[in-house]
């Protein structure tokens, strides 16, 4: 399996501009994570889907931001507008069956707001 | 409350060393799962092991190896003749049976092995 894959790997945007970040989880995981990681804060979860399904989005930092799972193998995470405390890198994870098996992360979209 | 406590933010160590990172969790639930992530430079995040909280054998692969004791609530990784190539941020992570369905990660203790 090619793993999670997130991209874009690396995006620059304008403070106010709407930014769209994508993942793929590993086929057959029923769990897919948001995680945003900064210096100030570490690794936070931003929410979580169960078989496509949001069930925590309790880490989402404001309305700004929105999730959604259209599918088992897409994901995407919004920001709009976007901040320049937006800027992070932000990480999509999937796992099977949550709670005996680890999460496997993607590499990783580094966010700059300028 | 942290339910996952890294205490040593950084720890800098000469090559071939040994060092242990600490980890101390917190939870009610008496199942749960326990486990190690690196980040490289590079900044991906690699799961390293899992540890289930009924099952407290040490566990030993190549150079690293981990301790679990749950009467203190920690699960400490050593890594034995540390290289260059060991130098990350080491996440210690908590999954709890019954009491939420999410990772809980500690804030990460920075390895740097020095040549």
């Known amino acids: 399996d090619a793993g999670v894959i997130q991209s874009p790997r690396h995006e620059v945007t304008e403070m106010g501009q709407e930014v769209t970040l994508r993942c793929k989880p590993i086929?057959?995981?029923?769990?897919l994570f948001w995680y945003r990681q900064t210096m100030m804060r570490g690794l936070e979860l931003l929410i979580y889907f169960n078989n496509n399904v949001p069930i925590d989005d309790s880490g989402m930092p404001e309305d700004r931001f929105s999730a959604k799972m259209p599918n088992a193998s897409f994901s995407t995470l919004k920001i709009q507008p976007s901040e320049p405390r937006d800027s992070a890198v932000y990480f999509c994870a999937s796992s099977l069956r949550l709670k005996k098996t680890e999460a496997f992360f993607g590499q990783g979209t580094r966010l700059t707001v300028v | 409350a942290q339910k996952v406590t890294q205490a040593q933010t950084e720890i800098s160590v000469v090559e071939k060393e040994d060092v242990t990172l600490d980890c101390v969790y917190e939870t009610r639930d008496t199942t749960y799962y326990l486990f190690w992530y690196k980040q490289p430079p590079s900044g991906e995040l690699v799961f390293l092991i899992r540890r289930n909280s009924f099952d407290e054998q040490n566990e030993i692969s190549g150079r690293y190896s981990w301790n679990f004791q749950k009467s203190t609530s920690s699960f400490n990784f050593t890594i034995t003749a540390s290289q260059v190539v060991d130098s990350a941020v080491y996440f210690c992570a908590l999954s709890e049976e019954n009491t939420g369905n999410q990772f809980y990660f500690g804030t990460g203790t920075s390895l740097t092995v020095i040549p």
């Open positions: 086929s057959g995981h029923d769990y």
